[in-house]
T-cell receptor, first 112, second 113 residues
Framework: DAKTTQPNSMESNEEEPVHLPCNHS???????IHWYRQLPSQGPEYVIHGLTSNVNNRMASLAIAEDRKSSTLILHRATLRDAAVYYCILRRNAGNNRKLIWGLGTSLAVNP | DVKVTQSSRYLVKRTGEKVFLECVQDMDHENMFWYRQDPGLGLRLIYFSYDVKMKEKGDIPEGYSVSREKKERFSLILESASTNQTSMYLC????????????FGQGTRLTVV
């Protein structure tokens, strides 16, 4: 199974942009790149996903490298509520095997 | 908003007990999942189900079973609880049909003593 590699932790200041990197050098052609985040004492929350093209939604942007071996989650203006563990994961969609392959995530601290 | 509800937030059980963890989703999702989350190990998939009465083993199914008699409900069963099953258990659902995002419950912190 293809895995992802993320920094253990990152720090940001409030209202500044945050770029969270993820490496997935063994990604296969049919793997979707998903990002989730987990706030303290809560279950993970879906953020964004993509396959090849960059994606934007109300929460964040996802920039995917041309060779798909890496991606970056962009929070345009960090707030204190964005402090969470961010997971970059691959979604294998082989037949009925729709499982997500989870890494350990990046713990993001946001300073006021 | 999609809601995934787990029956208990905290649970304490004794070794050898049979334990039922219940999960209900209210958005007619096809797929449902059970994970456990442990420090340093991340989320690991126990079982998933892509239809009523259908189930597939995940990465760590040993010591667990599941039941999906109705589309909205997915139960995780610990046949004989052991201390190494002390963990945070997370249920999730996803729509299927090309939509890929998963929605998680709040989790059940199970302690086996």
């Amino acid at each position: 199974d293809a895995k992802t590699t993320q920094p253990n932790s990152m720090e940001s200041n409030e209202e500044e942009p945050v770029h969270l990197p993820c490496n997935h050098s063994t990604i296969s052609g049919t793997d979707y790149i998903h990002w989730y985040r987990q706030l303290p004492s809560q279950g993970p929350e879906y953020v964004i996903h993509g396959l090849t093209s960059n994606v934007n939604n109300r929460m964040a942007s996802l920039a995917i490298a041309e060779d798909r071996k890496s991606s970056t989650l962009i929070l345009h203006r960090a707030t204190l509520r964005d402090a969470a563990v961010y997971y970059c994961i691959l979604r294998r969609n082989a037949g009925n095997n729709r499982k997500l392959i989870w890494g350990l995530g990046t713990s993001l601290a946001v300073n006021p | 908003d999609v809601k995934v509800t787990q029956s208990s937030r905290y649970l304490v059980k004794r070794t050898g007990e049979k334990v039922f963890l219940e999960c209900v989703q209210d958005m007619d999702h096809e797929n449902m999942f059970w994970y456990r989350q442990d420090p340093g190990l991340g989320l690991r998939l126990i079982y998933f189900s892509y239809d009523v009465k259908m189930k597939e083993k995940g990465d760590i199914p040993e010591g667990y079973s599941v039941s999906r008699e109705k589309k909205e409900r997915f139960s995780l069963i610990l046949e004989s609880a052991s201390t190494n099953q002390t963990s945070m258990y997370l249920c999730a659902s996803s729509p299927g049909g090309g939509r890929t995002e998963a929605f998680f419950g709040q989790g059940t912190r199970l302690t086996v003593v």
